[in-house]
């Protein structure tokens, strides 16, 4: 039991202090090994196997560090803190919804920009409002709720091990030139972590989420089973559907990346256009989501605990 209420005392710290910008942040030095290793490793022939060895490195470096960390009480709780990003995502999504109440479109692209690897330059503001939303969406699953089924599953250096997985993907992980083949193994290995937390997500934690706010739960079901598949990525539309499904709007559709445009597979029932407002129903959802994720996680910790 001591070990699930580090978890929440980490998971409060979190909704209080958000991303600790003044004090060093893991991911900071998980981005440097990963750096340090690319520039060693890239120039090899056989990419693929090269952008293995530079996974399985780094994955065994954090799991190593963080297991011996986790002797330290408060360093523990610290790095288990710094593991979720509730508060942080929300603060990014009320900086647009902030923006886009006080009508200055072009600040409001401007912060968008920060968020997201789409072009926002010439974005209307419903095309903000949704890119926004995407994000949220999207993100309660790599920066809450897979992090916390992970941390229950094998305490901090399985989390830190997460966070790793994702930090590469965002590094290597595109399909360009560069790292089509060095950055494979890390795109397939964050698709195969989130594989199961996207589903706990999108088909329970969110129309949970949106059955206590009273959104329609029942739509998010819905359109979670029909949708769900409607991305080029195998997780990301699982929370998108389910957020869609519950506030009656369609994500996808087209959308310019590095100055080229896609018309990417819809998600969700277009019954009505984006508001303003919709963006602080998402914050909503994540965070009601993420409170539900954590007393399930730890209630069925608890419960096996008294099995075994």
């Excluded at 196997?49 to 780094?58: A, C, D, K, R």
């Excluded at 968008?112 to 419903?126: A, C, F, G, M, P």
Aim: charged share 20%.
């Amino acid at each position: 039991m001591v070990f699930i209420l580090k978890i929440y005392i980490a998971y409060i710290l979190d909704l209080i202090f958000g991303d600790p910008y003044v004090i060093p942040h893991p991911v900071q030095a998980i981005g440097k090994l990963i750096s340090f290793l690319e520039k060693r490793l890239i120039g090899f022939s056989n990419k693929k196997f090269f952008g293995m060895i530079l996974n399985i490195t780094v994955l065994a470096v954090t799991f190593t560090v963080c297991y011996f960390l986790q002797k330290i009480v408060i360093v523990e709780i610290y790095l288990m803190y710094t593991v979720f990003s509730v508060k942080c995502l929300g603060d990014e999504g009320r900086k647009v919804y902030r923006i886009l109440k006080e009508g200055n479109l072009a600040k409001a692209r401007k912060e968008l920009s920060y968020l997201v690897s789409r072009d926002t330059e010439s974005l209307e503001k419903n095309d903000i409002i949704r890119s926004t939303m995407e994000t949220i969406s999207e993100n309660t699953v790599d920066g809450v709720i897979a992090p916390m089924i992970y941390m229950f599953i094998g305490g901090l250096p399985l989390a830190m091990v997460y966070k790793a997985i994702n930090t590469m993907d965002s590094m290597l992980g595109y399909k360009n030139e560069k790292y089509a083949e060095f950055g494979y193994f890390s795109a397939k290995l964050d698709d195969a972590a989130n594989f199961i937390p996207a589903k706990i997500t999108g088909g329970v934690l969110i129309p949970l989420s949106c059955f206590f706010l009273r959104y329609d739960y029942k739509n998010a079901w819905k359109i979670f089973f029909r949708d769900r598949k409607n991305h080029a990525s195998p997780n990301s539309a699982h929370p998108e559907a389910a957020v869609a499904g519950a506030l009656g709007i369609q994500f996808g559709g087209k959308t310019s990346y590095f100055g080229r445009e896609y018309d990417k597979p819809t998600i969700g029932d277009k019954k009505r256009e984006f508001q303003t407002e919709d963006i602080k129903k998402n914050i909503k959802i994540l965070y009601m989501t993420s409170f539900l994720g954590l007393v399930i996680c730890s209630t069925v910790y608890a419960a096996v605990l008294k099995i075994f």
